[in-house]
């Protein structure tokens, strides 16, 4: 509402006064005081109003609702004796069961509508007698509802004096807002203690590597990276996993979001499945083209292929065009990560890419020709490559432009995605070449809804994320077979001098370990491997860096894991497996000694949220999410308009500002994800939707010792003896290690969840309107707590076995 609806209300109440009258029965009292004040001053409609309602106790005289959710009931009495405010009542805010409480008409009347807000559910009671006015909070689970407020108007005069309270909290779009909870509750006064404990600690710098990295990082450069080098032929041959049927990704229960999108499906987009040797329909759909292109009418194609996020398009390009080897073709890749981020220079920096390449790959096989012919000193202007082009499909070469990483500068500028889609068309048609271009899912929906892509022809195809256990464990295996060759063979193969003969057996029995260690046959190496994947989203780039971040953590405890795996081997149990909370650990610090969520790639979830003063707002939009991921609008399967979710926020009292505050730092980890896929996008995004690791942050991650152990550190909490009694219990400072830390990591996290636990009650209790929505009615503590514990009994149950 703005001021000058407040200024008409403020006119109709000074009209309802004139016709105010001391001796109205409660039934005129109700028609000719209370309806007008509400309808015609207020702003509510008849569908608002419920009246005589019945209760166990009786019939409430109005229930008032927004979205058909009871925001307060209202019990009207007759003008007169009923009830009378003391003159000596000067004040504004009373404590219910303070001064007004001694007053017995006006104890008894809040009494009544208390029992109406009780056997209703309704959090707020209203008491008038036409001109009088007591706005109380008159339920609250858990708690004595007297010790609540009560806001008092004492006659119109004094309405009319403080009207801009009054309007603010009666009036239905401030009701809508969270008027009431704001005005008259007092869980919405403003936290009086907020410390994150780390903010105490000090001793919080980074850790060195662990000892094994000076070895390991030449090896990881080359192996735990995109296989994106031509020259790495034999560990592209060697590591390159294939691409089998969806339906075997889409087995692994957390899956649910690399399939072929619904929106590309107009264009007949085809999933690409492949043998260790075959691109297949890929690659049949290439041999066609290669065809058509000797033809009688020979003209260039376009190819689009999409996939997620570090789904691996651009190592499938590599290996069809290196190692599938499509006969007597030239290729020409142009990555868009070295592209002119300016929309209006696409067609000249592509050009100047691909003379660059033909340099690089092609020319000494020409050159005696090229020189006869006076090309041998090519530019990048259009008339040049078009003679190249012209020049090398009469030698019988079928070329191929592959544009990669094509959406790569969109979110620079709104237009440069179409217009590189608009030169890669022109660039096909001039130069009679196949073009291929790689585009990530969402990306390729924005041009299909901008009407682009429906502008020229284009054969489609979709590629999903490889097995991440056979992507891990072929290239693993593949390091420790290097390690049996010489340095001097080492070095040449990933192109590094290296001098590693000294360690050779050391880090040879490391990756021993974690190849061991990484079986989805063994619960332990599952729940790694699930991880490393989840927590990744599917994108198999970021689950690498994961990786690549544990093999050299200092967090990572090497000379651990070697004692154990030695003692192990004597004992005849075979190699050590690394524990779970080991993994998570080194992962979410990194290399720091403390959890700062700022420095982390991993989310606190529980962070407080300022706006909605609560823990809790992150996973019950997450929840909501997750319940909405078999919706399939036309964006794309689980994705839910941003709006339904504020809406949803209104119905409950969570502010726009606090949900949007919480979507942005969810897309911003990676647990959600806008339709436009920037991580920044929210001003420009109408949709959102879960990933993969947001339904693993909520199923799982929220429940591990390793997350909870860590995150307490830095989550801001409203209680100083919880934060005091933290701090007595912090280890990473201390030295040596003892034993005993183990025990002590486990009280604080009991600490921890203690505090979360009796934060969540209570905000359930103060806020009954909570559990008629779908966004807020989850409770999460109890089955964290109960999931913590089992985990407990078998971490401690594996540390008796080890020390017998």
């Not at 990483?405 to 890669?424: M, T």
């Not at 969810?666 to 990933?691: H, I, M, P, W």
């Not at 995150?711 to 290690?737: A, I």
Request: hydrophobic residues 35%; charged residues 30%.
């Amino acid at each position: 509402m703005t001021d000058s609806d407040c200024d008409e209300a403020l006119e109709c109440l000074k009209e309802l006064a004139k016709q105010y009258g001391k001796e109205l029965t409660e039934s005129d009292t109700r028609v000719k005081m209370i309806d007008p004040m509400f309808m015609t001053c207020l702003g509510w409609n008849e569908k608002d109003i419920d009246r005589e309602r019945h209760v166990h106790e009786g019939f409430i005289d109005y229930v008032f609702s927004i979205d058909g959710i009871p925001r307060f009931i209202l019990e009207a009495k007759k003008v007169g004796e009923s009830f009378r405010i003391p003159n000596s009542y000067s004040g504004r805010v009373y404590r219910t069961n303070g001064v007004i409480w001694n007053d017995n008409k006006i104890r008894e009347a809040i009494e009544q509508a208390q029992q109406y807000c009780a056997n209703s559910g309704v959090n707020y009671g209203v008491i008038s007698n036409g001109n009088q006015y007591l706005i109380f909070e008159g339920f609250k689970r858990g708690k004595d509802w007297r010790q609540g407020s009560c806001v008092i108007f004492r006659s119109f005069e004094d309405i009319e004096k403080d009207f801009g309270l009054f309007w603010d909290i009666l009036n239905k779009t401030s009701v809508k807002n969270g008027s009431l909870r704001q005005f008259i509750s007092e869980d919405t006064v403003e936290v009086k203690y907020l410390s994150r404990p780390i903010d105490h600690l000090h001793g919080g710098s980074a850790v060195p590597r662990n000892n094994l990295s000076p070895f390991l990082q030449p090896l990881i450069e080359f192996v735990f990276k995109d296989i994106v080098d031509e020259t790495q032929l034999d560990l592209l041959r060697s590591c390159y996993i294939s691409r089998k049927q969806y339906t075997e990704a889409a087995a692994d229960i957390n899956s649910h979001l690399d399939v072929v999108p619904a929106f590309a499906k107009k264009y007949k987009t085809q999933d690409i499945i492949q043998s260790a040797e075959k691109a297949g329909a890929f690659e049949d759909a290439y041999k066609q083209l290669e065809n058509l292109t000797k033809g009688a009418m020979p003209k260039g194609y376009l190819v689009v292929l999409m996939g997620g996020i570090g789904s691996g398009k651009t190592t499938f390009i590599h290996h069809f065009f290196t190692i599938t080897k499509p006969a007597k073709t030239l290729w020409f890749y142009v990555d868009f990560f070295k592209v002119t981020e300016e929309h209006t220079k696409i067609e000249e920096h592509i050009l100047k890419i691909m003379i660059e390449e033909f340099d690089r790959k092609y020319k000494n096989d020409f050159i005696k020709e090229l020189s006869a012919l006076k090309m041998d000193a090519l530019t990048s202007s259009i008339k040049d490559v078009k003679a190249l082009f012209s020049f090398l499909t009469l030698k019988g070469y079928t070329l191929s432009m592959v544009l990669d990483n094509v959406d790569q500068h969109s979110y620079v500028d709104a237009k440069y995605q179409e217009q590189a889609l608009l030169v890669a068309k022109r660039l096909t048609d001039y130069l009679g070449a196949i073009t291929i271009l790689t585009l990530r899912e969402e990306s390729f929906f924005k041009s299909a809804m901008s009407g682009v892509l429906d502008s020229f022809p284009a054969q489609t195809f979709h590629i999903s994320s490889p097995n991440f256990e056979d992507l891990i464990r072929v290239r693993i295996n593949y390091v420790i077979d290097l390690l049996a060759k010489s340095d001097d063979e080492l070095g040449d193969i990933i192109r590094n001098p290296i001098a590693i003969s000294v360690s050779r057996e050391v880090v040879k029995a490391f990756f021993q370990i974690i190849e061991n260690s990484l079986r989805s046959s063994r619960r332990v190496g599952r729940e790694i491997l699930r991880f490393l994947k989840d927590i990744s989203g599917g994108d198999m780039r970021a689950a690498l860096y994961f990786f690549r971040t544990f093999l050299v953590s200092g967090n990572t405890d090497v000379e651990e894991m070697l004692y154990i795996n030695e003692l192990d081997s004597e004992r005849g149990l075979g190699l050590y497996e690394i524990p779970f909370h080991h993994v998570l650990k080194s992962i979410i610090l990194e290399h720091s000694r403390l959890y700062r969520m700022s420095q982390s790639k991993i989310m606190n979830t529980f962070e407080f949220n300022s706006r909605a003063k609560s823990h809790f707002l992150n996973l019950r939009i997450l929840n909501y999410l997750c319940n909405r991921l078999s919706y399939r609008p036309p964006q794309g399967r689980g994705f839910t308009a941003i709006d339904q979710i504020m809406e949803e926020g209104d119905r409950t009292g969570i502010s726009k500002e606090a949900i949007e505050e919480s979507l942005k730092a969810l897309v911003y980890y990676g647990l959600a994800q806008f339709e436009n896929q920037s991580k920044e996008g929210f001003d420009n995004a109408s949709y959102v939707r879960t990933t993969n690791a947001g339904m693993y942050y909520l199923n799982i991650l929220i429940c591990r010792f390793a997350y909870l152990d860590l995150v307490w550190m830095d989550t801001p909490l409203t209680d100083r003896n919880t934060v005091e009694e933290l701090l007595k219990h912090v280890v990473e400072t201390r030295f040596p290690k003892s034993p005993r830390d183990i025990d002590e990591k486990f009280h604080r996290t009991e600490i921890f969840l203690d505090y979360l636990g009796k934060a969540e009650k209570e905000e359930l209790s103060n806020r009954s309107e909570f559990s008629d929505s779908d966004l807020t009615r989850v409770e999460f503590i109890p089955r964290v707590k109960e999931l913590y514990e089992k985990e407990k009994k078998y971490i401690c149950s594996k540390r008796i076995n080890q020390n017998m």
